[in-house]
């Protein structure tokens, strides 16, 4: 049994933790987060997304109290200081979005940490995305690179090594989140992300396809992106649009993608479906990618576009979960 604990418990925090409650062979010992610990019994319990926690959910004055179980809760700010060395914590998942460089998550080791899992992109450590290109290498930071990564890095591994892609671009169709403003207001880094998010459709940039190109180190200066952030609070689509080293066909691309969500190296993390899907029927799928078969095309043998469904928040986080295990 593995002891896992979470620094930072928003979205990707608290989605983790129900994840590993379901999980055999996991399990969370600690908890850390700067919000009082009743507004974490509050968020943990009632989620306008993914509905009522079915579990009790209390507090005493500093655990978590789940089904009768006890969670170390602490609002410490500086990792060093956590007691992970007391709670014997095997890995410890980084998800406030402050710590994620290897400086920042080694504050970890130093507290007495394994392993650590950064749950974003970083610039300096390890990047890993389950069923890419998991590492036989002895590493005990790494990130598990970002959401959109996720789903798009499968799909581009597997029909570059099954046909061979030339160079692509990505448009993810992004469901909005917190960089985002709920009314129009100031934003220092991406005008457009000061508008009203739930009202508007905003072009911005991804990191994803370079992120990718970290997984796929082949593909670097052949693959890049953009991102339109559109009104749904969770369930987005990419658009990867390619051209191949060889012709093909719709039929070749489906007969592809399906063959490889039956495999071993797959099977949990690629899905494809024949199904008229809109974004809220993908929410809380566990796969990183649920390809829509319906809207591949292919024009004139070389270019090709693949549509790929994912829940930005949970099925990021089970890939996240599964590296977790794979330590």
Same mark, same amino acid.
């Given at each position: 049994?593995?002891?896992?604990?979470?620094?930072?418990?928003?979205?990707?925090?608290?989605?983790?933790?129900?994840?590993?409650?379901?999980?055999?062979?996991?399990?969370?010992?600690?908890?850390?987060?700067?919000?009082?610990?009743?507004?974490?019994?509050?968020?943990?319990?009632?989620?306008?997304?993914?509905?009522?926690?079915?579990?009790?959910?209390?507090?005493?004055?500093?655990?978590?109290?789940?089904?009768?179980?006890?969670?170390?809760?602490?609002?410490?700010?500086?990792?060093?200081?956590?007691?992970?060395?007391?709670?014997?914590?095997?890995?410890?998942?980084?998800?406030?979005?402050?710590?994620?460089?290897?400086?920042?998550?080694?504050?970890?080791?130093?507290?007495?940490?394994?392993?650590? &899992?950064?749950?974003? @992109? /970083?610039?300096?450590?390890?990047?890993?995305?389950?069923?890419?290109?998991? $590492? #036989?290498? *002895?590493?005990?930071?790494?990130?598990?690179?970002?959401?959109?990564?996720?789903n798009t890095s499968p799909i581009?591994?597997?029909?570059?090594?099954?046909?061979?892609?030339?160079?692509?671009?990505?448009?993810?169709?992004?469901?909005?989140?917190?960089?985002?403003?709920?009314?129009?207001?100031?934003?220092?880094?991406?005008?457009?992300?000061?508008?009203?998010?739930?009202?508007?459709?905003?072009?911005?940039?991804?990191?994803?396809?370079?992120?990718?190109?970290?997984?796929?180190?082949?593909?670097?200066?052949?693959?890049?992106?953009v991102a339109v952030r559109v009104?749904?609070?969770?369930?987005?689509?990419?658009?990867?649009?390619? &051209?191949?080293?060889? @012709? /093909?066909?719709?039929?070749?691309?489906?007969?592809?993608?399906?063959?490889? $969500? #039956?495999? *071993?190296?797959?099977?949990?993390?690629?899905?494809?479906?024949?199904?008229?899907?809109?974004?809220?029927?993908?929410?809380?799928?566990?796969?990183?990618?649920?390809?829509?078969?319906?809207?591949?095309?292919?024009?004139?043998?070389?270019?090709?576009?693949?549509?790929?469904?994912?829940?930005?928040?949970?099925?990021?986080?089970?890939?996240?979960?599964?590296?977790?295990?794979?330590?």
């Amino acid at each position: 049994m593995k002891k896992i604990a979470i620094n930072g418990f928003g979205r990707i925090g608290r989605a983790a933790f129900k994840v590993i409650e379901n999980t055999a062979d996991l399990k969370v010992v600690g908890i850390n987060d700067l919000m009082s610990i009743e507004n974490a019994v509050y968020a943990l319990k009632y989620d306008s997304v993914y509905g009522n926690y079915e579990k009790v959910v209390t507090h005493d004055a500093d655990n978590l109290i789940i089904d009768g179980v006890k969670i170390k809760y602490t609002s410490i700010k500086d990792p060093e200081l956590l007691p992970w060395e007391d709670l014997e914590i095997d890995v410890t998942i980084e998800s406030t979005g402050f710590f994620t460089n290897m400086a920042g998550a080694q504050k970890h080791i130093i507290a007495g940490s394994k392993f650590v &899992i950064i749950s974003g @992109p /970083t610039k300096d450590t390890p990047m890993i995305v389950h069923g890419v290109n998991n $590492s #036989k290498e *002895k590493m005990n930071v790494f990130s598990c690179a970002s959401c959109t990564t996720n789903n798009t890095s499968p799909i581009i591994e597997i029909l570059g090594r099954r046909i061979g892609i030339k160079k692509a671009i990505l448009n993810t169709i992004h469901a909005y989140t917190t960089s985002q403003s709920l009314v129009d207001g100031p934003s220092n880094s991406n005008l457009r992300m000061g508008r009203a998010a739930a009202i508007n459709l905003a072009p911005s940039t991804t990191g994803a396809a370079i992120a990718t190109t970290k997984a796929l180190p082949q593909y670097e200066g052949k693959f890049d992106g953009v991102a339109v952030r559109v009104p749904v609070p969770v369930g987005s689509i990419s658009d990867i649009t390619f &051209i191949t080293e060889r @012709p /093909t066909s719709i039929d070749e691309i489906n007969s592809i993608l399906t063959d490889e $969500s #039956k495999s *071993k190296r797959y099977n949990q993390v690629v899905a494809v479906t024949l199904e008229p899907l809109v974004s809220s029927d993908i929410v809380k799928s566990s796969f990183a990618a649920t390809v829509d078969l319906a809207m591949t095309k292919v024009v004139d043998g070389d270019l090709v576009k693949v549509m790929a469904w994912y829940d930005n928040e949970w099925g990021f986080t089970n890939q996240m979960i599964r590296l977790v295990q794979e330590i």
